[in-house]
């Protein structure tokens, strides 16, 4: 069936370093959503991709969709504390008819 | 604040019972899914509604099941239960039951199998 690899599992950053997690999908992706879960709370919905090869910013968040539409990455520019929580990519491809999470990136910020 | 409720938030009971769990989803959303987060996992789905039929299925135990009543309210039954079901389970709604739409989480429920 369709897997979807995040990498790395954890992060630590110093407040004002860059971030960068990267998902990976075993087949072709129609489209991919990012979400955001903070500690101890549900996830929230970043932002969707769907075009080969698409970036999408969000202040200080960019988003890359793969030209093969098989990989995604997620960076974050200077973090701040607030950048707190694990983000998740997932993949939806026609051939599973399901939107699979990744195993998540969760993301530390030491102040 | 998601606007998808889900009750209880927590819930104890021990291996053996069984339990459910309700979730209402946005008003006017017609999907609702299910998914399973255990400890330091990531989200594992185990089921999606549309308008009150099953669309998707993933890997859902068959001790676990689940509907979707005519107000569109969801509930997902689990039954027999044992410690390894001890998790946090989310439901999730969306305005159709396509993969392109963005899916509203609610606060989740902790089940505890002691």
């Known amino acids: 069936g369709q897997q979807v690899m995040q990498i790395p599992q954890y992060q630590h950053v110093q407040e004002g370093e860059d971030f960068t997690t990267y998902c990976n999908s075993s087949?072709?992706?129609?489209?991919i959503q990012w979400y955001k879960q903070r500690p101890g709370g549900h996830p929230v919905f970043l932002i969707q991709?769907?075009?080969?090869?698409e970036v999408k910013k969000q202040k200080r968040l960019t988003f890359q969709f793969g030209e093969a539409k098989k990989n995604s990455s997620l960076h974050i520019t200077a973090t701040q504390t607030t950048d707190v929580g694990t983000y998740f990519c997932a993949g939806f491809s026609g051939s599973a008819r399901q939107l699979t999470f990744g195993s998540g990136t969760q993301l530390t910020v030491l102040p | 604040d998601s606007g998808v409720t889900q009750t209880p938030k927590h819930l104890i009971t021990a291996t053996g019972q069984r339990v459910t769990l309700r979730c209402s989803p946005r008003?006017?959303?017609?999907?609702v899914y299910w998914y399973q987060q255990s400890l330091d996992q990531g989200l594992q789905f185990l089921i999606q509604y549309y308008n009150g039929e099953e669309r998707a299925k993933g890997n859902i135990l068959e001790r676990f099941s689940a509907q979707q009543f005519p107000d569109l309210h969801s509930e997902l039954n689990l039954s027999s239960l044992e410690l390894g079901d001890s998790a946090l389970y989310f439901c999730?709604?969306?305005?159709?039951?396509?993969?392109?739409?963005?899916?509203?989480f609610g606060p989740g429920t902790r089940l505890t199998v002691l």
């Open positions: 991709l769907v075009k080969s090869g």
């Open positions: 999730a709604s969306s305005v159709d039951g396509g993969a392109s739409y963005e899916q509203f």
């Open positions: 008003s006017g959303d017609l999907s």
């Open positions: 087949t072709t992706l129609s489209n």
